[in-house]
């Protein structure tokens, strides 16, 4: 009886530690949802479920957890399909990533488990780029992609792998010159980059300890460096190595040689010294931003090739220290692995101290957003002429401000009634909450300025222009969008929206998703703008956007995420038509977008009839059912009803599997068709 006793205790405390202890950390759980949801074939993942559920109380197939965080994923070899998810940075504790010996397929996402230490996604059919988020996995110590599809030119993002101790890239299709970052890869031991279509010089692998080296079948050049002969193995065969010999090291020269040599390099540095001087003189107020820039022809909209995107970096700059915002003194955007109640993008601090820093800043940070003076915003903008307006909303214009040495910005010059009966302290509470929203689709905020009553935002250019002016804006010269073009907008963007529903704590509501603050660069990867300026949708004179507006939306009051949602499903019906959400000119039952395509959404015949004619037919039939299903449950007149942004991704990451699958099959059954 006692002994009965006993182990009834044991069993009791058992099942109390594990639903104690082993319950898995909701971002973890969420990500793994994701996962699972975004594979097509995924009979062997033993416990995993598509929503909740405990991975490491229930011991989810492959999955190795320490307390309630995920700290190893390994599903090697399971005959997996599909893709990987997208929430795959929320998971702060895996060091162990291994996908490999799969049929898993799509670009690489953007972002992996930031804290991986070996990560291994090797012998797939994994598209795209080598994800630059890798560049901040700075305890990564493998890295195998190999045996994938993997093109275009590695990035220069290797500059924090100090810990990185092998590398393999082989079996892909990677071209141009290896990235000089390869410079920094001090520990280093292995590096595989054979067959693949990588070319120029391997004098940057020269100094790294490297013990094993396969370069073979590539398109290299040039000559193998001699420090690279001694190690114990070396493969550099199939390329177009230099025959004869390099030149011998220069001898050593004589004493007035030197002399002059000294004495004119002193020269010339003197003389670089006093360039640089009267060109900071000159230039000491603008940030160190360089982009190339044309001058837009105004009688017509941006054409695709008339656009460089912008560089990723500027949120390095380094200005005097009487121009900074101390980001790193206001309210700090906690790492993904250190997980807290904290919010992740925003945090409040009292009024008064935020103005303090915002107005005497000396900052040691290099997360920084620039001053800009009010008098070089007028003379870059032509003192805000109106053939410099790029767009005009609700709550203020935005400018494209051009400098004399190439550098072109966005000014979002905000109305100065929005400010009425507001604290000081109102416009820099906003800059502080848009300098912690980080995001690849969200329009990155470079500067301010607040001086005599002008409150203006600057923000990365971009050439392609808005959403709205491909769409709505065209002529002979626009080119229209594809169908993967407009895929591709419809994902970014729902994930720039899901970052600010489900990673920032608490949740933002953007309250403007338009067209018109979707703005697309050079590669048309959307960027979501006016993000953070929620404030301005709350007072009474606000309007919401007409055609946007949820139906519950009544007053400002009243928006929710689900909101979000709705204004979201309205874009992608624009993407679909190719008609603008409230439309007086067309037949009173055509004007409002949702009410008359919303009862067509699930017929085929009316379906078709409805898709933008610019398309010409050329979508896939298949793909076109699916979007519309996505856009008829984001545009449900009851919010409940309506999916989480999350939800949206997941399907429209379906839909981009589908549409790669099936486009070309689709495409030429049309041509056929219209052959006949």
Known sequence: MRHN?????????????????????????????????????????????????????????????????????NLSGLGLTGSMGYQLANMASVTHFDLSKNNLNGDLPYQLPPNSRHIDLSKNSFTGVVPFSISEMTNLNTLNLAHNQLNNQLG?????????????????????????SFKSLSGLKKLDLQNNQLSGSIKVLGNLPLEELNVENNKFSGWIPAELKNISSLQTGGNSWSTPP?????????????????????????????????????????????????????????????????????????PSDSALIDIKALPEVPSSSAR?????????LDDNEITNRLNAARSISIRVV???????????????????????????????????????????????????????????????KISHVHHPNIAKLVGYSSEQGDNMLVYEYFRNGSLHKFLHVSDDFSKPLTWNTRVKIALGTAQAIAYLHESCSPPIVHKNIKSSNIVLDSEFNPHLSDCGLASFHQRPSQNLGAGYKAPECSVPEAYTLKSDVYS??????????GRQPLDRSKPISE????????????????????????????????????????????????????????????????????????????LDLGMDD???
């Open 5 to 73: 006793l006993a182990g009834l205790w044991i069993s009791l405390l058992a099942i109390f530690t594990t639903a104690v202890h082993c319950r898995t950390d909701s971002q973890d759980v969420s990500a793994l949802n994701g996962m699972y949801s975004s594979l097509t074939s995924h009979s062997q993942l033993e416990g995993w479920k598509s929503s909740g559920g405990d991975p490491c109380g229930d011991s989810w197939k492959g999955i190795k957890c320490s307390g309630s965080s995920v700290t190893k994923i």
């Open 156 to 180: 220069d993002m290797f500059g924090k792998l100090t810990k990185l101790k092998q590398m393999d890239l082989s079996f892909n299709s990677l071209s141009g010159n290896l990235p000089q």
């Open 246 to 318: 390099p030149p011998p090291p220069e001898k050593g020269i004589g004493k007035p040689a030197v002399i002059g040599i000294v004495l004119g390099s002193i020269a010339f540095v003197l003389l670089v010294v006093s360039v640089i001087v009267a060109v900071v003189k000159k230039r000491s107020s603008l940030p160190p931003l360089r982009f190339l820039d044309e001058e837009l022809n105004h009688h017509r909209s941006p054409t695709p090739l008339a656009s460089q995107e912008l560089s990723n970096n500027v949120s390095e700059f380094k």
């Open 340 to 348: 807290s109640s904290a919010s992740d993008c925003v945090q409040t």
């Open 370 to 432: 620039h001053h800009f003076p009010f008098a070089d915003l007028r003379a870059a903008t032509g003192n805000f002429a109106s053939s410099r307006l790029i767009g005009k909303g609700s709550i203020g214009c935005v400018y494209r401000a051009k400098y004399a040495d190439g550098q072109v910005l966005a000014v979002k010059k905000l109305d100065s009634t929005k400010f009425l009966g507001s604290s000081p302290e109102e416009f820099s509470q906003i800059i502080s």
């Open 568 to 577: 979201f499903g309205v874009v992608m019906l624009e993407l679909l038509t």
């Open 591 to 666: 004007q409002f977008l949702v009410l008359w395509a919303t009862p067509q959404l699930h017929d085929i015949v009316s379906l078709s009839n409805m898709v933008d004619p610019s398309l010409r037919g050329l979508y896939p039939p298949k793909s076109l059912s699916m979007l519309a299903d996505i856009i008829a449950f984001c545009v449900r007149p009851e919010p409940k009803f309506r999916p989480q942004m999350s939800e949206v991704v997941v399907s429209l990451l379906r839909l981009v599997e589908h549409s790669n699958m099936n486009m070309r099959e689709d």
């Open 674 to 676: 219209n052959d006949d």
